[in-house]
Protein backbone atom coordinates (compact mmCIF):
# COMPACT_ATOMS: atom_id res chain seq x y z
CA UNK A 1 0.00 0.00 0.00
CA UNK A 2 1.38 3.38 -1.00
CA UNK A 3 0.44 6.42 0.91
CA UNK A 4 -2.39 8.33 -1.07
CA UNK A 5 -0.78 12.08 -0.60
CA UNK A 6 3.46 11.25 -1.24
CA UNK A 7 3.00 7.59 -2.68
CA UNK A 8 5.69 6.69 -0.48
CA UNK A 9 4.95 3.64 1.64
CA UNK A 10 2.26 3.43 3.88
CA UNK A 11 1.50 2.89 7.79
CA UNK A 12 -2.14 2.73 8.07
CA UNK A 13 -5.02 2.13 5.51
CA UNK A 14 -8.05 3.19 5.75
CA UNK A 15 -10.41 0.60 3.98
CA UNK A 16 -13.96 2.75 4.11
CA UNK A 17 -11.45 5.63 2.54
CA UNK A 18 -10.06 3.30 -0.29
CA UNK A 19 -6.74 4.92 1.34
CA UNK A 20 -2.89 4.47 2.89
CA UNK A 21 -0.89 7.11 4.11
CA UNK A 22 2.18 7.65 5.43
CA UNK A 23 2.96 8.41 8.87
CA UNK A 24 3.00 12.29 8.78
CA UNK A 25 0.26 12.01 6.44
CA UNK A 26 -1.77 9.75 7.88
CA UNK A 27 -1.06 12.88 11.36
CA UNK A 28 -2.20 15.11 8.82
CA UNK A 29 -5.40 13.31 7.82
CA UNK A 30 -6.64 13.00 11.47
CA UNK A 31 -6.17 16.45 12.50
CA UNK A 32 -8.01 17.81 8.84
CA UNK A 33 -10.71 15.46 10.05
CA UNK A 34 -10.72 16.68 13.61
CA UNK A 35 -10.87 20.31 12.19
CA UNK A 36 -13.68 19.87 10.02
CA UNK A 37 -15.57 17.77 12.56
CA UNK A 38 -15.52 21.03 14.85
CA UNK A 39 -16.06 23.54 12.45
CA UNK A 40 -19.32 21.08 10.88
CA UNK A 41 -20.67 20.84 14.10
CA UNK A 42 -20.14 25.09 15.67
CA UNK A 43 -18.36 22.80 18.85
CA UNK A 44 -16.17 25.63 19.94
CA UNK A 45 -13.73 28.60 18.89
CA UNK A 46 -10.31 29.93 19.58
CA UNK A 47 -11.36 31.63 22.27
CA UNK A 48 -12.85 28.84 24.18
CA UNK A 49 -11.24 27.29 26.95
CA UNK A 50 -11.85 23.42 26.85
CA UNK A 51 -11.72 21.24 29.90
CA UNK A 52 -11.09 17.91 27.94
CA UNK A 53 -11.96 14.32 30.38
CA UNK A 54 -8.84 11.89 29.98
CA UNK A 55 -8.53 8.40 31.20
CA UNK A 56 -4.77 7.55 30.54
CA UNK A 57 -6.38 5.73 27.14
CA UNK A 58 -5.68 6.15 23.77
CA UNK A 59 -8.86 8.30 22.42
CA UNK A 60 -8.59 10.54 25.17
CA UNK A 61 -5.30 11.47 25.01
CA UNK A 62 -5.09 11.40 21.16
CA UNK A 63 -8.43 14.48 21.57
CA UNK A 64 -6.02 16.27 23.75
CA UNK A 65 -3.28 15.65 21.71
CA UNK A 66 -4.98 17.41 18.86
CA UNK A 67 -6.47 19.45 20.14
CA UNK A 68 -3.41 21.41 21.72
CA UNK A 69 -1.20 20.58 18.30
CA UNK A 70 -4.91 22.58 16.45
CA UNK A 71 -3.80 25.38 19.08
CA UNK A 72 -6.43 25.54 21.57
CA UNK A 73 -6.82 26.19 24.67
CA UNK A 74 -7.00 22.82 26.21
CA UNK A 75 -6.62 21.68 29.70
CA UNK A 76 -6.69 18.32 30.97
CA UNK A 77 -9.20 16.44 33.64
CA UNK A 78 -8.24 13.03 35.21
CA UNK A 79 -10.57 11.58 37.51
CA UNK A 80 -9.37 8.82 40.14
CA UNK A 81 -12.10 6.62 40.16
CA UNK A 82 -10.15 4.46 42.66
CA UNK A 83 -9.64 0.74 40.77
CA UNK A 84 -7.17 -0.57 41.81
CA UNK A 85 -3.72 -0.80 40.69
CA UNK A 86 -5.29 -0.07 36.28
CA UNK A 87 -6.09 3.57 37.77
CA UNK A 88 -2.81 4.02 39.51
CA UNK A 89 -1.13 3.29 36.25
CA UNK A 90 -3.75 5.46 34.14
CA UNK A 91 -3.12 8.09 35.71
CA UNK A 92 0.11 7.59 35.46
CA UNK A 93 -0.03 7.92 31.82
CA UNK A 94 -1.93 10.80 31.79
CA UNK A 95 0.44 12.95 34.43
CA UNK A 96 3.06 11.73 32.24
CA UNK A 97 1.17 12.79 28.64
CA UNK A 98 0.48 15.94 30.59
CA UNK A 99 4.97 16.99 31.49
CA UNK A 100 5.90 15.98 27.98
CA UNK A 101 3.76 17.93 26.20
CA UNK A 102 4.05 20.73 28.68
CA UNK A 103 -0.12 20.50 29.07
CA UNK A 104 -1.85 21.14 32.04
CA UNK A 105 -3.59 18.64 34.11
CA UNK A 106 -6.51 18.99 36.57
CA UNK A 107 -6.68 15.91 38.75
CA UNK A 108 -9.35 14.85 41.45
CA UNK A 109 -10.39 11.58 42.93
CA UNK A 110 -13.72 10.43 43.57
CA UNK A 111 -12.41 8.66 46.95
CA UNK A 112 -11.67 12.46 48.17
CA UNK A 113 -14.73 14.15 46.86
CA UNK A 114 -17.57 11.79 48.10
CA UNK A 115 -15.71 9.41 50.10
CA UNK A 116 -15.89 6.56 47.66
CA UNK A 117 -14.18 4.24 45.10
CA UNK A 118 -16.02 2.48 41.81
CA UNK A 119 -15.63 -0.95 42.81
CA UNK A 120 -16.98 0.24 47.02
CA UNK A 121 -19.96 2.07 44.93
CA UNK A 122 -20.91 -0.87 43.23
CA UNK A 123 -20.65 -3.72 46.21
CA UNK A 124 -22.63 -1.02 48.36
CA UNK A 125 -25.27 -0.57 45.55
CA UNK A 126 -25.53 -3.64 44.12
CA UNK A 127 -25.30 -1.70 40.75
CA UNK A 128 -23.05 -2.85 37.93
CA UNK A 129 -20.09 -1.26 38.12
CA UNK A 130 -20.06 0.23 34.25
CA UNK A 131 -23.03 1.57 35.72
CA UNK A 132 -21.98 3.68 38.43
CA UNK A 133 -18.68 4.68 37.02
CA UNK A 134 -20.68 6.35 34.01
CA UNK A 135 -22.83 7.80 36.46
CA UNK A 136 -19.62 9.38 38.70
CA UNK A 137 -17.95 10.51 35.50
CA UNK A 138 -21.02 12.42 33.84
CA UNK A 139 -22.00 13.96 36.86
CA UNK A 140 -17.83 14.60 38.17
CA UNK A 141 -16.78 16.23 34.49
CA UNK A 142 -19.98 18.21 34.16
CA UNK A 143 -19.18 19.56 38.07
CA UNK A 144 -15.22 20.00 37.90
CA UNK A 145 -15.87 21.95 34.71
CA UNK A 146 -18.36 24.39 35.94
CA UNK A 147 -16.02 25.02 39.02
CA UNK A 148 -12.86 25.50 37.20
CA UNK A 149 -14.75 27.51 34.64
CA UNK A 150 -14.48 25.80 31.70
CA UNK A 151 -16.74 26.67 28.63
CA UNK A 152 -16.62 23.65 27.03
CA UNK A 153 -16.34 20.10 28.32
CA UNK A 154 -14.27 17.42 25.40
CA UNK A 155 -14.39 13.78 25.19
CA UNK A 156 -13.05 11.28 23.64
CA UNK A 157 -15.56 8.93 22.02
CA UNK A 158 -15.17 8.11 18.49
CA UNK A 159 -16.75 7.19 15.67
CA UNK A 160 -17.06 3.00 16.91
CA UNK A 161 -17.98 4.47 20.49
CA UNK A 162 -20.99 6.44 18.83
CA UNK A 163 -21.67 3.63 16.47
CA UNK A 164 -22.10 0.98 19.04
CA UNK A 165 -24.21 3.31 21.39
CA UNK A 166 -26.71 4.33 18.67
CA UNK A 167 -26.88 0.01 17.88
CA UNK A 168 -27.29 -0.32 21.69
CA UNK A 169 -30.18 2.52 21.30
CA UNK A 170 -31.49 1.26 18.31
CA UNK A 171 -31.63 -2.38 19.32
CA UNK A 172 -33.76 -1.25 22.44
CA UNK A 173 -35.62 1.13 21.06
CA UNK A 174 -34.77 3.92 23.99
CA UNK A 175 -36.29 6.86 21.80
CA UNK A 176 -35.16 9.12 24.75
CA UNK A 177 -31.60 8.57 24.20
CA UNK A 178 -31.95 8.24 20.40
CA UNK A 179 -33.40 11.98 20.12
CA UNK A 180 -30.27 13.11 22.17
CA UNK A 181 -27.30 11.48 20.45
CA UNK A 182 -25.27 13.79 19.00
CA UNK A 183 -21.80 15.40 18.96
CA UNK A 184 -22.74 18.45 20.43
CA UNK A 185 -24.59 18.82 23.68
CA UNK A 186 -25.57 22.32 24.20
CA UNK A 187 -25.11 24.25 27.42
CA UNK A 188 -28.31 24.52 29.79
CA UNK A 189 -28.98 27.58 32.29
CA UNK A 190 -31.50 26.85 35.63
CA UNK A 191 -32.72 30.24 37.34
CA UNK A 192 -34.39 33.70 35.68
CA UNK A 193 -32.56 36.91 35.15
CA UNK A 194 -29.89 37.79 37.21
CA UNK A 195 -30.20 34.50 39.04
CA UNK A 196 -29.72 32.33 35.43
CA UNK A 197 -26.24 30.15 35.74
CA UNK A 198 -24.74 27.62 34.01
CA UNK A 199 -25.68 23.98 35.50
CA UNK A 200 -24.32 21.82 32.15
CA UNK A 201 -21.56 22.46 30.42
CA UNK A 202 -21.79 22.25 26.82
CA UNK A 203 -20.40 18.92 25.80
CA UNK A 204 -18.86 17.76 22.55
CA UNK A 205 -17.09 15.12 20.92
CA UNK A 206 -14.59 16.16 17.54
CA UNK A 207 -13.65 12.52 17.27
CA UNK A 208 -16.67 11.33 15.69
CA UNK A 209 -15.26 10.87 12.87
CA UNK A 210 -12.37 8.85 13.56
CA UNK A 211 -12.91 5.04 13.85
CA UNK A 212 -11.24 3.55 16.87
CA UNK A 213 -8.35 1.88 15.15
CA UNK A 214 -7.51 5.23 14.02
CA UNK A 215 -7.27 7.00 17.30
CA UNK A 216 -4.63 4.38 18.66
CA UNK A 217 -2.89 4.54 14.85
CA UNK A 218 -3.01 8.20 15.75
CA UNK A 219 -1.40 7.64 19.35
CA UNK A 220 1.36 4.84 18.67
CA UNK A 221 2.81 7.19 15.75
CA UNK A 222 2.83 10.04 17.70
CA UNK A 223 4.67 8.23 20.65
CA UNK A 224 1.83 8.76 22.85
CA UNK A 225 2.71 6.41 25.63
CA UNK A 226 -1.40 5.26 26.57
CA UNK A 227 -2.58 2.80 28.70
CA UNK A 228 -3.40 -0.82 26.41
CA UNK A 229 -4.87 -2.76 29.43
CA UNK A 230 -8.53 -2.52 29.82
CA UNK A 231 -10.36 -1.77 32.77
CA UNK A 232 -10.74 -5.16 35.00
CA UNK A 233 -14.29 -3.92 35.69
CA UNK A 234 -14.91 -3.71 31.96
CA UNK A 235 -14.97 -7.42 31.07
CA UNK A 236 -17.97 -8.69 28.72
CA UNK A 237 -19.23 -5.47 29.17
CA UNK A 238 -22.25 -5.02 26.39
CA UNK A 239 -20.96 -1.93 24.57
CA UNK A 240 -17.84 -4.18 23.65
CA UNK A 241 -19.72 -7.11 22.89
CA UNK A 242 -21.46 -4.80 20.51
CA UNK A 243 -18.34 -2.77 19.27
CA UNK A 244 -17.08 -6.56 18.40
CA UNK A 245 -19.89 -7.04 16.45
CA UNK A 246 -19.91 -4.24 14.01
CA UNK A 247 -16.29 -4.32 13.64
CA UNK A 248 -17.48 -8.08 11.65
CA UNK A 249 -19.80 -6.33 10.07
CA UNK A 250 -17.11 -3.33 9.38
CA UNK A 251 -14.68 -6.05 7.87
CA UNK A 252 -16.81 -7.23 5.49
CA UNK A 253 -18.70 -3.64 4.20
CA UNK A 254 -15.93 -1.01 4.94
CA UNK A 255 -17.78 2.36 5.47
CA UNK A 256 -20.76 0.39 7.08
CA UNK A 257 -20.03 2.25 10.39
CA UNK A 258 -19.90 5.90 9.14
CA UNK A 259 -23.16 5.25 6.88
CA UNK A 260 -24.70 4.28 9.78
CA UNK A 261 -24.12 7.11 12.21
CA UNK A 262 -23.71 10.09 9.44
CA UNK A 263 -26.79 8.88 7.86
CA UNK A 264 -28.53 9.09 11.23
CA UNK A 265 -27.81 11.93 12.29
CA UNK A 266 -28.24 13.65 8.66
CA UNK A 267 -31.84 11.51 8.20
CA UNK A 268 -33.21 10.13 11.42
CA UNK A 269 -31.72 12.36 14.32
CA UNK A 270 -33.98 14.81 14.36
CA UNK A 271 -37.00 12.60 14.14
CA UNK A 272 -36.64 11.18 17.60
CA UNK A 273 -35.29 15.14 18.78
CA UNK A 274 -38.62 16.13 18.37
CA UNK A 275 -40.73 13.25 20.02
CA UNK A 276 -38.75 13.56 23.03
CA UNK A 277 -38.66 17.03 23.16
CA UNK A 278 -37.38 19.74 25.79
CA UNK A 279 -37.32 18.57 29.74
CA UNK A 280 -38.35 20.65 32.23
CA UNK A 281 -34.73 20.99 34.47
CA UNK A 282 -35.04 21.75 38.03
CA UNK A 283 -32.29 22.25 40.66
CA UNK A 284 -31.57 19.10 43.21
CA UNK A 285 -32.08 19.36 46.31
CA UNK A 286 -28.96 18.29 48.05
CA UNK A 287 -26.54 19.81 45.45
CA UNK A 288 -28.20 22.03 43.05
CA UNK A 289 -27.37 20.33 39.78
CA UNK A 290 -29.76 19.28 37.30
CA UNK A 291 -32.80 17.47 37.68
CA UNK A 292 -35.78 16.32 36.45
CA UNK A 293 -39.26 16.05 39.03
CA UNK A 294 -41.67 12.92 37.69
CA UNK A 295 -43.62 13.00 40.44
CA UNK A 296 -45.29 16.60 41.91
CA UNK A 297 -44.67 16.81 45.20
CA UNK A 298 -42.00 15.27 45.56
CA UNK A 299 -38.67 16.70 46.17
CA UNK A 300 -35.94 16.97 43.30
CA UNK A 301 -33.27 15.16 44.03
CA UNK A 302 -30.61 13.78 41.24
CA UNK A 303 -29.06 9.90 40.27
CA UNK A 304 -26.23 11.20 41.57
CA UNK A 305 -26.60 11.91 45.03
CA UNK A 306 -29.68 9.04 45.38
CA UNK A 307 -26.77 6.57 44.70
CA UNK A 308 -24.23 8.39 46.84
CA UNK A 309 -27.44 8.74 49.98
CA UNK A 310 -27.85 4.89 49.17
CA UNK A 311 -24.38 4.23 49.63
CA UNK A 312 -24.06 6.05 53.10
CA UNK A 313 -26.73 4.61 54.18
CA UNK A 314 -25.55 0.43 53.19
CA UNK A 315 -22.05 1.76 54.50
CA UNK A 316 -24.09 1.86 58.07
CA UNK A 317 -26.12 -0.95 57.64
CA UNK A 318 -23.82 -2.87 55.59
CA UNK A 319 -24.06 -4.21 51.67
CA UNK A 320 -26.77 -6.09 50.45
CA UNK A 321 -24.98 -9.24 48.33
CA UNK A 322 -25.41 -7.97 44.91
CA UNK A 323 -28.11 -8.46 42.42
CA UNK A 324 -27.17 -10.93 39.45
CA UNK A 325 -29.25 -9.14 37.17
CA UNK A 326 -27.57 -8.04 33.57
CA UNK A 327 -28.42 -4.27 31.95
CA UNK A 328 -29.34 -4.25 28.43
CA UNK A 329 -29.60 -0.96 28.30
CA UNK A 330 -26.96 0.62 26.60
CA UNK A 331 -25.91 4.13 27.60
CA UNK B 1 7.27 -15.15 13.79
CA UNK B 2 7.38 -14.33 17.61
CA UNK B 3 3.93 -12.36 18.17
CA UNK B 4 3.09 -10.69 21.59
CA UNK B 5 -0.63 -10.26 22.24
CA UNK B 6 -2.73 -8.40 25.10
CA UNK B 7 -4.93 -8.30 27.84
CA UNK B 8 -3.35 -10.55 29.01
CA UNK B 9 -0.22 -9.82 27.82
CA UNK B 10 1.10 -13.15 26.21
CA UNK B 11 3.57 -14.13 23.40
CA UNK B 12 2.99 -16.84 20.62
CA UNK B 13 5.14 -18.45 18.27
CA UNK B 14 3.47 -18.62 14.60
CA UNK B 15 4.74 -20.39 11.32
CA UNK B 16 5.55 -17.81 8.62
CA UNK B 17 7.20 -16.31 6.34
CA UNK B 18 3.71 -15.03 4.99
CA UNK B 19 1.80 -11.32 5.16
CA UNK B 20 -0.25 -9.64 8.00
CA UNK B 21 -3.50 -10.78 6.99
CA UNK B 22 -2.10 -14.09 6.65
CA UNK B 23 -0.72 -14.26 10.09
CA UNK B 24 -3.76 -12.69 11.56
CA UNK B 25 -6.29 -15.04 9.74
CA UNK B 26 -4.22 -18.02 11.22
CA UNK B 27 -4.62 -16.37 14.88
CA UNK B 28 -8.47 -16.02 14.12
CA UNK B 29 -8.25 -12.22 14.89
CA UNK B 30 -10.14 -9.37 12.76
CA UNK B 31 -7.75 -7.16 11.09
CA UNK B 32 -10.13 -4.31 11.92
CA UNK B 33 -10.08 -4.68 15.70
CA UNK B 34 -6.07 -4.45 15.96
CA UNK B 35 -3.36 -3.09 14.98
CA UNK B 36 0.05 -4.69 14.12
CA UNK B 37 3.23 -3.34 15.44
CA UNK B 38 6.94 -3.85 14.07
CA UNK B 39 9.83 -1.40 15.68
CA UNK B 40 7.37 0.71 17.25
CA UNK B 41 5.60 1.41 13.70
CA UNK B 42 2.46 -0.09 12.09
CA UNK B 43 2.30 -3.10 9.08
CA UNK B 44 -0.49 -2.51 6.64
CA UNK B 45 -2.42 -6.11 5.73
CA UNK B 46 -0.13 -6.44 2.40
CA UNK B 47 3.16 -6.24 4.29
CA UNK B 48 5.10 -9.54 4.84
CA UNK B 49 6.50 -10.93 8.22
CA UNK B 50 10.02 -12.71 7.98
CA UNK B 51 10.39 -16.08 10.59
CA UNK B 52 12.54 -13.99 12.81
CA UNK B 53 10.19 -10.72 13.47
CA UNK B 54 8.97 -9.69 16.79
CA UNK B 55 5.67 -8.38 16.18
CA UNK B 56 2.92 -7.11 18.68
CA UNK B 57 -0.94 -7.47 17.40
CA UNK B 58 -2.64 -4.75 19.72
CA UNK B 59 -6.27 -5.23 20.24
CA UNK B 60 -8.04 -1.43 19.54
CA UNK B 61 -11.45 -1.77 20.81
CA UNK B 62 -12.04 -0.84 24.25
CA UNK B 63 -15.40 -1.48 26.45
CA UNK B 64 -15.68 2.11 28.32
CA UNK B 65 -17.52 2.46 30.68
CA UNK B 66 -21.66 2.86 30.26
CA UNK B 67 -20.51 6.08 28.15
CA UNK B 68 -19.85 9.07 30.45
CA UNK B 69 -21.38 11.55 28.72
CA UNK B 70 -24.42 9.43 26.63
CA UNK B 71 -26.74 12.11 25.57
CA UNK B 72 -29.48 10.45 27.84
CA UNK B 73 -31.90 11.44 30.69
CA UNK B 74 -29.99 11.22 32.49
CA UNK B 75 -26.16 12.28 30.67
CA UNK B 76 -25.73 15.16 31.61
CA UNK B 77 -24.86 15.52 35.20
CA UNK B 78 -27.93 13.49 36.78
CA UNK B 79 -31.37 13.67 35.49
CA UNK B 80 -33.15 11.29 37.20
CA UNK B 81 -35.30 9.24 34.68
CA UNK B 82 -38.80 7.65 35.93
CA UNK B 83 -36.89 4.31 36.35
CA UNK B 84 -34.54 5.79 38.74
CA UNK B 85 -37.49 7.16 40.06
CA UNK B 86 -39.06 3.49 40.50
CA UNK B 87 -36.01 1.81 41.57
CA UNK B 88 -34.92 4.37 43.63
CA UNK B 89 -31.61 4.69 41.86
CA UNK B 90 -30.53 1.48 43.24
CA UNK B 91 -29.43 -0.94 40.52
CA UNK B 92 -29.33 -1.15 36.61
CA UNK B 93 -32.74 -1.50 34.75
CA UNK B 94 -33.30 -3.91 31.56
Redesign the interface.
Known amino acids: VKCKVCREHAVVDIRRHNAGFCRDHFLEHVNNQVAKTIKEFSMFGPDDRLFVAVSGGKDSLAVWDILIDLGYDATGFYLDLGIGGYSNRSKEAAVRYAEQKGAKLVVRSLAQEHGFTVPELSKLTGRVPCSGCGLNKRYEFNRAALEEGFDVLVTGHNLDDEVATLFGNVLHWNVDMLGRQAPVLEERLLGDGPDSHPVLVRKVKPLVRIAERETAAYALLKGIDYIVEECPMVEGNTQHRYKEAITLIEESSPGTKHQMYFGFLKRAADRFAQDSGEVNLVACASCGAPTVVYEEGTEPRCSFCKMKALAERRKIEGPRPPRRRRSARSR | VKVKL ?2 PDRVVEVSGPGTVSALLEKLDI ?6 V ?1 RD ?7 ERVSEEDEIEV ?1 P ?23 N ?2 RT ?7
Open positions: RNVPEAVLIATLLTRDRVLSGGSADATTPSLVANGCYTTPDQNGEGPRS
